[in-house]
């Protein structure tokens, strides 16, 4: 529960909202029917004061998107919420505002509404909020650099599971957390913050007016001390997080299910068993490939006959490789050797013999590639994801490598965030895996659309090495 000071900056910052969009929907009309009018045909008409007429359609929506927020936790406390995440819920929720705006509008024939100052209006109100962040964030900032604004922790725990806590809080010093001191059976030199004693202390700790809030970090052994510490809290109305000692075990976003009195946590639940990401991935994946294929095809052909002169064989290189849920598929790609008995399971270098010079030329420039947007719109691939390996591989690497099927859950990509962070080819695959499944689990259409803008304009396209 919040406690009186964030409740009333919470409802502040609503009320600020509110203001900020009225502001923008009056700024809108001023400037279409004000300032545009000297743009249009025929010379400058009439001053028209619309937004005198409609003052109450502003009024109305700027109370109604601020109570959809509150909904949607944009008010949320949470300091771990952090600047992207909240613009990206402004982003979206004042773009279906916007377009339910004016549907009503138009289907009860409340107003005559420009469709200029709907377009102004979404821009500007989008605008002021996010601007009205930012300055927060940088406000905020400035004080922690002070040393005010901080939210006081004690940190109950002192093992292992303590010491992540307080390296992802070293990491992350703009969130303005401060552990004040832990408390454990034995003190830990590892560990920077004080020593406040035994946990048997904790009652005691606890009333020093200063904690804003307590985050227990047990190791396992010590599970037993959770109920006791959580009842000490409770009786002091401290604000409790908890960080648990399977903690390496958990997605980044793991949901919870109530079976009676049991909750059951999705431990390898990805952001596409929710249908609309689902949707949403494939729909973009669909219409990104179609554009690609029109606008490379030019390309292609060029490609292909250098292939087809450059030595014999196929133009296309078809190899197996193990995509969504273990099913195997055919990949496409130019093939830019010649053609060997190897070519199922081996890997290939730089300086491959079996290459052909125009093949080199081709791979140099990830042109090889270029068929697999193919495999995307049959839905074999996507445009991102992990890349798809051989099955001989997978049988290998599945037995030596923890979690390597889990990347086995999404469709295999053209490029990935392993890939623009410079592990491809013949690079530590245990590492190239926890890349991966960051992806998996923390996707976003809009982390798709920065791989793709670094894959493009960050370096040269993946190209995975493998014999092809």
Request: hydrophobic share 45%; net charge positive; proline share 4%.
């Amino acid at each position: 529960m919040l406690n009186k000071n964030q409740r009333t900056r919470a409802v502040l910052d609503s009320l600020v909202d509110a203001l900020l969009l009225f502001l923008a929907y009056l700024l809108s009309n001023y400037l279409r029917f004000n300032y545009m009018r000297y743009f249009q045909p025929g010379g400058a008409g009439p001053a028209l004061d619309i937004a005198r007429e409609t003052t109450y359609v502003g009024a109305v929506y700027a109370v109604a998107m601020v109570l959809a927020f509150w909904l949607c936790r944009l008010y949320d406390a949470s300091r771990l919420r952090g600047l992207w995440q909240r613009s990206r819920i402004i982003l979206v929720g004042n773009a279906f505002g916007i377009v339910a705006l004016e549907a009503l509008l138009y289907q009860f024939r409340i107003v005559n509404f420009s469709r200029l100052v709907v377009v102004l209006f979404y821009l500007f109100g989008t605008g002021f909020l996010i601007f009205k962040r930012m300055l927060v964030r940088w406000y905020d900032r400035w004080r922690h650099r002070r040393g005010e604004g901080y939210r006081h922790i004690l940190l109950v725990g002192g093992g292992k599971v303590a010491a992540q806590y307080l390296k992802a809080l070293e990491q992350n010093p703009y969130y303005g957390f401060r552990v004040d001191g832990y408390l454990a059976e034995h003190p830990n030199p590892d560990l920077a913050p004080r020593y406040l004693g035994r946990y048997d202390k904790l009652d005691v700790v606890l009333a020093s007016p200063n904690i804003d809030e307590v985050v227990v970090a047990l190791d396992a052994g010590e599970s037993d001390r959770i109920s006791r510490t959580f009842s000490a809290c409770d009786k002091q109305g401290v604000r409790i997080t908890m960080v648990p000692f399977y903690n390496d075990y958990l997605p980044a976003r793991p949901t919870i299910d109530t079976l009676g009195g049991c909750k059951l946590i999705n431990v390898r639940q990805t952001p596409f068993d929710n249908i609309l990401n689902a949707f949403i991935k494939r729909f973009f994946d669909i219409a990104a490939s179609l554009v690609l294929i029109l606008l490379t095809s030019p390309v292609m052909l060029f490609v292909a006959i250098g292939v087809k002169l450059s030595s014999p064989g196929p133009v296309i290189f078809c190899q197996r490789r193990v995509g969504l849920n273990k099913k195997e598929f055919m990949m496409y790609k130019f093939r830019s050797m010649r053609v060997n008995t190897g070519e199922q399971t081996g890997w290939s270098t730089d300086a491959d013999p079996r290459k052909t010079r125009f093949g080199s030329l081709i791979r140099k420039l990830s042109l090889d590639e270029l068929p697999q947007f193919f495999n995307v719109l049959k839905g074999d691939m996507s445009l991102v994801g992990p890349r798809p390996e051989v099955p001989y591989h997978v049988e290998h690497f599945k037995e030596e490598i923890p979690r390597y099927l889990v990347r086995q859950q999404v469709r295999p990509g053209l490029t990935g965030w392993a890939q623009i962070n410079g592990l491809r080819g013949d690079t530590d695959i245990a590492e190239r895996i926890r890349y991966d499944i960051w992806y998996i689990e923390n996707w976003t259409l809009a982390l798709d659309i920065k791989i793709i803008f670094r894959t493009v304009f960050g370096g040269k396209m993946i190209n995975d090495e493998k014999i092809a």
